[in-house]
């Protein structure tokens, strides 16, 4: 059976709940039915929702010599009761089906959301905080699409209702609490890394292995990486998502996720890493935000060119890397799992553990800032044009740049096999993503060019050092 969907919630709704729940003003730390106990109820019983009680029932004893407290899961609601689960229910436990039971039961003290999707998961999310329970949620999506109001209903309840989502961006990788407490001194220049496992699972089996497109996907999905519909992942919309909250917490700006410039992994082909090679490097995709000189941030997740001595080049398979580059620290790497079910139930199991011992975050998306967001940045930029052989073409492409003012740095051309497609790159100096954008155009419209142009910015403006 279909789970129970809750009420929308409205501004009058939400005041009116705070006023009929009991919280102490003066009180700072987690609001829960008994000092000894905290307890869970968990919204999905699947994946990560088993990790996560396996994990608590494995440490039990741990967490509560850590936290002075038992962490107990009372409720786990599914959307099937009757479906088998790779893991056992605690003592005292039950499996329900309707949302309410959960968000309903005040003796719940947390709301675990690990269901996905952005409708349901917004009305339970809405729901347990409104009605004074705190939430954990590894939901990247919704906290995308939906941030200024979840941090607006953050604002009207008291601070021991937590709102915690270390989870939601890079699984196992600790990101979000870094970006909470160890940056708050510092100022961020860059951020750049590798967020979707499943396209870099793709991109090292068309590197390494000399795969296809559809062959590394295949091989994908077989593992497991990739969802039915893995338009998410090769579409760079779920990086997306994961740059977008980055990029609040590191900038304190709210960017619409469309106003980011987002290209996936669709039109790479074999030759694009034979030219890579050729230069010395290899191809990741990439989500990427960067203040300029003016104090101005612009982002894009998009396939870069990086070279065998970049840090990110050799980070493979299913695994993340985020590199930060800022004033005091520097340059700081966090490479792991970034996603899977111990990997992302463990940075649930963190934020529930820091709930236990009373920790505080009263802004859990940092403040906000009057940065601006520029959709235009700066960048060393490889061109990959497929050709009918005639006379004149390179002269086209040169007085294409010209007009536009893009110098060209080099070009590559491999000898044409039998039955592969005729194309060469075009590396460029660094030139604005702008113009960059007029020039395909206006070779896209040349009588030789063969469907649309393919590029991608090179990651380091020192590629060549």
Avoid at 39 to 51: A, C, K, R
Avoid at 126 to 154: C, H, Q, R, Y
Avoid at 282 to 293: C, F, P, Q, S, Y
Avoid at 428 to 434: F, I, L, P, S, W
Wanted: a negative charge.
């Amino acid at each position: 059976a279909a789970l129970g969907r809750v009420s929308s919630f409205t501004p009058s709704t939400i005041s009116t709940a705070r006023q009929t729940i009991f919280r102490s003003a003066s009180s700072s730390t987690l609001n829960m039915s008994s000092e000894d106990t905290i307890t869970l109820g968990i919204f999905g019983g699947g994946t990560v929702g088993g990790g996560i009680v396996e994990i608590l029932s494995n440490k039990a004893d741990y967490f509560k010599q850590l936290t002075g407290k038992s962490i107990e899961v009372k409720k786990v609601c599914v959307r099937d009761a009757s479906k088998p689960r790779d893991f056992t229910l605690p003592e005292g436990c039950s499996i329900v089906t309707s949302y309410d039971d959960i968000l309903n039961d005040d003796s719940i003290d947390v709301a675990v959301e690990v269901m996905g999707g952005t409708t349901d998961a917004k009305d339970v999310v809405v729901g347990a905080l409104t009605n004074g329970k705190s939430v954990v949620t590894a939901n990247k999506a919704l906290i995308a699409k939906d941030l200024p109001e979840i941090e607006t209903l953050l604002s009207t309840l008291e601070s021991g209702t937590q709102f915690r989502y270390e989870a939601a961006v890079c699984g196992g990788i600790p990101i979000i609490r870094s970006m909470q407490s160890d940056f708050v001194g510092d100022n961020i220049q860059l951020m750049c890394g590798i967020i979707n496992g499943c396209t870099n699972f793709m991109l090292t089996a068309m590197d390494r292995d000399k795969k296809s497109y559809d062959e590394a996907l295949s091989e994908a999905s077989a593992l497991g990486y990739a969802e039915a519909d893995p338009t998410l992942d090769v579409g760079g919309f779920d990086a997306r998502s994961k740059l977008k909250i980055l990029m609040r917490l590191a900038y304190g700006m709210n960017v619409e996720e469309d106003e980011i410039s987002c290209r996936g992994i669709t039109e790479l082909t074999k030759m694009d890493f034979e030219y890579a090679k050729m230069l010395g490097g290899t191809i990741k995709l990439l989500g990427v935000a960067e203040k300029n000189d003016a104090g101005d941030v612009s982002a894009y997740v998009a396939p870069c060119y990086v070279t065998n001595e970049d840090a990110l080049s050799s980070v493979n398979g299913a695994t993340n890397a985020i590199e930060v580059l800022s004033d005091n620290l520097v340059s700081s790497i966090y490479i792991g799992q970034g996603a899977g079910r111990y990997p992302t139930a463990n940075s649930c199991i963190n934020d529930i553990v820091a709930l236990a011992k009373g920790d505080q975050n009263l802004l859990p998306f940092n403040p906000t800032s009057e940065t601006k967001f520029v959709n235009n940045y700066e960048s060393v930029f490889y061109l990959r044009l497929n050709y009918r052989d005639q006379v004149g073409i390179t002269r086209q492409v040169g007085e294409v740049c010209e007009k536009h003012g893009v110098s060209i740095h080099s070009i590559l051309q491999n000898p044409v096999a039998k039955n592969q497609e005729s194309a060469f790159a075009i590396v460029t100096d660094k030139v604005d993503y702008a113009a960059i954008l007029k020039v395909l155009a206006d070779v896209e419209a040349l009588s030789w060019c063969k469907g649309k142009p393919f590029y991608m910015p090179v990651l380091r403006d020192d590629w060549q050092n």
